[in-house]
């Protein structure tokens, strides 16, 4: 599979559930949680929208390519989904936050605005992942088992990164390339408004389970820890606009390094089967 390696691996969190997981900060805690509870139904409706097309492709190595991000996936949603449970556990209401979740991916009705949300969606976890893998002091002080999912996660999210964009490419060939380009920036625009949603959906319950009233001082330790300190969101900007131009080309040659630096590292963690 190339540059795609499945790592069956398994992280426990289920079984061993941890509040503020995070340096014990909650606002950091909950703006990991409140993007990680989003995961499992999010990779699975990823599964789904490839799979469609996968009859369509021609290239043997973009199926196998194919055939590798499935499997990837198919690990992450596991170990999410006990992320999930470990969430649940510990008195946060998943389930509503799953439901917004899914009810939103749900309102996709067509397979090629699912392909183009896809990508979209693949873009925004790999520019998180790019981000942690070049700053992993922002998970310093973190419960281990935490630490190692998102940075087993992170490295594969990179591996892949590539593939949701290859199969748009491949099945909308016979598009102009202004029709292609604006159909995947549109879906990124809404994809991201779509995200937003959710995630100041989850914030709010995250925030009432545990006792802190969701309003204006919330949001506002909220919108520092994004943008401020550490300043996820900032860091990831130049990366995440770069979807934006004509041509953009995720398997940029910056990538390998990074990669490589990180297999030998992941490569020791976690609990291969």
């Known amino acids: 599979m190339g540059d795609i390696q499945p790592r069956d691996y398994r992280f426990g969190l289920a079984d061993a559930p941890k509040r503020h997981w995070l340096r014990g900060d909650m606002e950091l805690t909950a703006l990991v949680d409140c993007f990680g509870v989003l995961l499992p139904e999010g990779e699975r409706f990823f599964i789904r929208s490839l799979k469609f097309y996968e009859p369509k492709i021609e290239d043997p190595m973009l199926i196998e390519e194919m055939r590798g991000f499935y499997q990837q996936e198919a690990f992450h949603s596991r170990e999410h989904a006990g992320y999930n449970a470990a969430m649940s556990s510990l008195g946060y209401d998943v389930t509503r936050m799953e439901a917004f979740g899914a009810a939103l991916l749900g309102d996709i009705k067509t397979n090629s605005s699912r392909l183009a949300v896809t990508c979209a969606l693949e873009h925004l976890t790999t520019t998180f992942s790019r981000t942690l893998l070049q700053r992993p002091d ?31 490419a491949a099945v909308m060939v016979r598009l102009p390339a202004w029709k292609r380009y604006l159909f995947r ?19 709010k319950l995250y925030a009432e389970a545990d006792g802190v009233k969701p309003g204006f001082r919330f949001t506002m330790r909220c919108l520092r820890r994004m943008f401020i300190s550490p300043g996820f969101i900032l860091m990831g900007l130049p990366y995440f606009l770069k979807y934006y131009r004509p041509g953009y080309d995720p398997a940029g040659a910056d990538r390998k390094g990074l990669v490589q630096r990180w297999r030998t590292l992941v490569g020791s963690r976690g609990t291969a089967v």
């Open 185 to 203: 920036t549109m879906a990124m625009n809404m994809t991201v408004y779509t995200i937003a949603r959710a995630y100041i959906h989850n914030l």
């Open 138 to 168: 922002l998970l310093d002080g973190a419960h281990e088992p935490y630490r190692d999912l998102w940075l087993w996660h992170a490295l594969e999210e990179l591996e892949h990164r590539s593939v949701a964009l290859e199969v748009y």
